[in-house]
């Protein structure tokens, strides 16, 4: 039609996995958190009052930032407070790339990220994993602008050390973006690279382990003069007054905040375990969801036979991982009724094999 900018007008737009309205379903399509957030994120939600509502919030969000930088063992002036974890990919995007500054990412990955690139109209390169998802060595020398690594990565669920990401900040010439929106979920993280690299700068997702998707909270660690350079190209008021109140109501509640990581992490290894069992191939996850292969029938068909029974999963209808169902760890409840479900679809002999024969 003419208004767009041309790469605007290419791009495909990005697709959320599917919300379905109706709640008497088993949603483990999205990654979210099966369990509600803090009590004391509830509390400070009750008390909100007009005034907060009607005044502008903190431009840079202070009370989460103080928050976040005790949690991490950093300062304030290392944090920026962001829309949700995929706010800070834009602004990445906005203030490294452009036309002559390319992206470097491997793949398989978060697929955000090729949209952001088509939008922004700079080049990605697209570095493929080998068949472990280990760090290709590739990705050093691309000469990129931005290099985005996904630790754990989705939707593999996979983890890079953190030894082998500080050898690449090391090595590369431009920016490392460490996406750790599933780090809450792992055994380790690169906070520490922070102090080491001034090119790092790591994504933090209150959306997952603190269970506030729905209120879109992240946050940006980096050496102060990226996180500086960073608030330039931000939107001024990037988060709101609410989100600010309860995200820091949230962090600060580390041992709420633990003990749910804990039953999820308990859960995804009864979770896993099972699948093994249904002759689903599954690598070990560090994150909230797993990546489970049928040896026996077609992903696309077992992911439609879910949705008859009212479960959802996400399927990727992408080459390299059409074979694959990428499955939220839910309540114990949850996963067994995928459990459940999954035995009686597989027991269907009318199912065709994984080539379709
Ligand atoms: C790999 C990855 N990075 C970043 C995000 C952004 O998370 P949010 O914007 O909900 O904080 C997501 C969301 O699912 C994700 O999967």
Avoid: H, W
Avoid at 34 to 47: D, F, G, I, N
Avoid at 141 to 163: E, H, K, S
Avoid at 319 to 347: H, M, W, Y
Wanted: hydrophobic share 40%; net charge negative.
């Amino acid at each position: 039609m003419g208004y767009f900018r041309e790469n605007v007008e290419k791009a495909k737009a990005y697709e959320p996995g599917f919300q379905p309205q109706q709640t008497d379903i088993v949603k483990l399509n999205t990654n979210e958190n099966p369990y509600p957030p803090s009590p004391a994120v509830m509390k400070v939600l009750a008390e909100i009052t007009p005034d907060k509502l009607r005044r502008y919030p903190d431009p840079k969000g202070s009370a989460f930032r103080q928050a976040a930088a005790e949690i991490n063992g950093v300062q304030p002036e290392n944090i920026m407070c962001c829309n949700g974890g995929d706010d800070l990919l834009v602004i990445a995007f906005q203030a490294f790339c452009d036309e002559n500054r390319s992206v470097a990412y491997p793949v398989p990955t978060y697929t955000y990220y090729p949209v952001l690139a088509e939008v922004q109209n700079c080049k990605a390169i697209e570095v493929p994993f080998d068949s472990e998802f280990n760090l290709p060595a590739k990705l050093a020398g691309t000469g990129a602008a931005l290099t985005i690594i996904c630790n754990p990565n989705a939707p593999t669920g996979t983890f890079i050390d953190v030894g082998e990401l500080a050898s690449l900040a090391d090595e590369l010439t431009g920016v490392l973006l460490i996406d750790e929106a599933y780090v809450d979920f792992a055994e380790a993280n690169c906070t520490t690279l922070v102090k080491d690299f001034d090119n790092v700068i790591i994504l933090r997702s209150m959306s997952k382990g603190y269970s506030l998707a729905g209120i879109r909270f992240g946050y940006a660690i980096a050496q102060p003069a990226l996180i500086a350079g960073l608030m330039k190209v931000k939107d001024s008021y990037n988060v709101d007054a609410v989100a600010i109140a309860l995200a820091t109501a949230a962090i600060k509640n580390q041992q709420y905040f633990k003990e749910n990581v804990e039953k999820i992490k308990e859960s995804r290894k009864e979770l896993t375990e099972q699948l093994r069992l249904l002759n689903f191939e599954v690598p070990n996850s560090s994150t909230n969801f797993v990546l489970a292969t049928s040896k026996s029938c077609k992903a696309s068909e077992i992911y439609d036979k879910l949705v008859q029974r009212g479960i959802y999963v996400r399927y990727f209808d992408r080459p390299g991982i059409d074979d694959k169902l990428r499955i939220t760890v839910g309540t114990k409840e949850q996963n067994q009724k995928l459990i459940s479900a999954l035995q009686d679809i597989l027991s269907d002999a009318t199912l065709r094999s994984p080539s379709g024969t």
